[in-house]
C-alpha cells in the first residue's frame, strides 16, 4: 500500500452572493492513495476533480459547508464515482438551491469519521461562517482541512447567508485553536497555514 497523501486540486468559477455573480478559485482537497481517495468539497465544475481522482476508488464526497461555490459539481461527482455525499443537516436549506429535487447521502455530525488509505479524519461542526460548517482532522498527517471556517490570515467571511462573526470566533477557539500548533491548516481558498499562525492572527 503506498502512503496516504494529499493532492490539491484548485477549481474556478463563480459564487453568488445578494443577486451577484463574482469570479472565485476553490481548493479540493483528495486525501488517501494511489488505490483509494476521499475527496473534499466539490465545487463550479466535475471534470478537474474526477481527471485529479484518476480512476481510484472514492471512498466519500464530504462538503465543508453548503455555500453554492462549495458544492456546485457535487450530483455530478457522485454520478461521476459512484461516491456518497456528506453535508451537516444546518446546511441542507443551502443544499436545496443549488440541488432542488436531490439529496445528501447522509447527514455528518461530530461523530462521524471517515477512514480512508489507512488514516482517520475526525469530524468537527464549527458553525459561524455557515450553521452546518465543518472541518476533517487528520492526526496522522498533522493536517486540518478547514473550508472557510479558517483562512490564511484569519477567520472566513461573515458577510454571508447564515453566517455570524461571534459563532466563528467560538468555533475556531473551542474546535481547532486546541489542535497542536504546527498543525497544517488547510483551506477553502487560498495558501495554506498553521494553528500556530491563526492564533497570532485571532489572539
Known sequence: MSPARVDRVVVSGLFSLDGQDFD??????????????????APHDAAPIV???AGRRVTAIVLTHGHNDHITAAAALRAATGAAIWLHPADRMLWDVV??????????DPTV????????????????????????????????FTG??????????????????????????SELFTLP??????TGHGDDT???????NLG
Not at 472565485?24 to 468539497?41: A, F, T
Not at 440541488?99 to 455528518?108: A, I, N
Not at 483562512?151 to 447564515?162: E, H, M, Q, Y
Not at 500548533?181 to 488547510?186: A, E
Open 181 to 186: 500548533g504546527d498543525t497544517v491548516v488547510k
Open 24 to 41: 472565485v478559485d476553490n481548493n479540493v482537497w483528495l486525501v488517501g492513495d494511489d488505490e483509494e481517495v476521499l475527496v473534499i468539497d
Open 99 to 108: 440541488h432542488p429535487g436531490t439529496e445528501p447521502d447522509h447527514e455528518l
Open 51 to 53: 481527471e485529479a481522482i
Open 113 to 144: 469519521r471517515f477512514q480512508v488509505a489507512g488514516i482517520e479524519l475526525d469530524t468537527r461542526h464549527t458553525p459561524g461562517h455557515s450553521p452546518g460548517g465543518v472541518c476533517l482532522y487528520a492526526p496522522t498527517l498533522e493536517t486540518v
Open 148 to 173: 472557510d471556517t479558517l483562512f490564511n490570515g484569519g477567520p472566513g467571511a461573515t458577510g454571508r447567508s447564515f453566517s455570524d462573526r461571534p459563532t466563528i470566533e467560538r468555533s475556531i477557539r
Open 194 to 200: 498553521t494553528i500556530a499562525a491563526e492564533l497570532r
